[in-house]
Nanobody, 119 residues
Framework: QVQLVESGGGLVQAGGSLRLSCAASGLTFSSYRMAWFRQAPGKDREFVAAMSWSGGNTAYADSVKGRFTIFRDNAKNTVYLQMHSLKPEDTAVYYC????????????WGQGTQVTVSS
């Protein structure tokens, strides 16, 4: 049974930093592309960042480029999202997702962790 468990969310002031973690189990973590998505109240879920199985390729939403960094530790089956210079518009539930590199859609999702940025 595949599980993705996010942690690290919380309340932070604008300009602050947070690091989210996503611990994976039940899959061959090093074979999966990992990503972060987010969903703000009343909005659709949106892509934030992704990293290939090897860590060699990354992608970011324009809204977070230069502020967020995705990285992974395959030995710990964990992917991280380091967030700096947080803005109130970053407030959302953040979800971790996993996708086999050969597939186009993310097949496994975590339960989400709330990030709230106060102004």
């Amino acid at each position: 049974q595949v599980q993705l468990v996010e942690s690290g969310g919380g309340l932070v002031q604008a300009g602050g930093s947070l690091r989210l973690s996503c611990a994976a189990s039940g899959l061959t973590f090093s074979s999966y592309r990992m990503a972060w998505f987010r969903q703000a109240p009343g909005k659709d879920r949106e892509f934030v960042a992704a990293m290939s199985w090897s860590g060699g390729n990354t992608a970011y939403a324009d809204s977070v480029k230069g502020r967020f960094t995705i990285f992974r530790d395959n030995a710990k089956n964990t992917v991280y999202l380091q967030m700096h210079s947080l803005k109130p518009e970053d407030t959302a539930v953040y979800y971790c997702a996993a996708c086999q590199e050969s597939k186009a859609t993310y097949e496994y999702w975590g339960q989400g962790t709330q990030v709230t940025v106060s102004s």
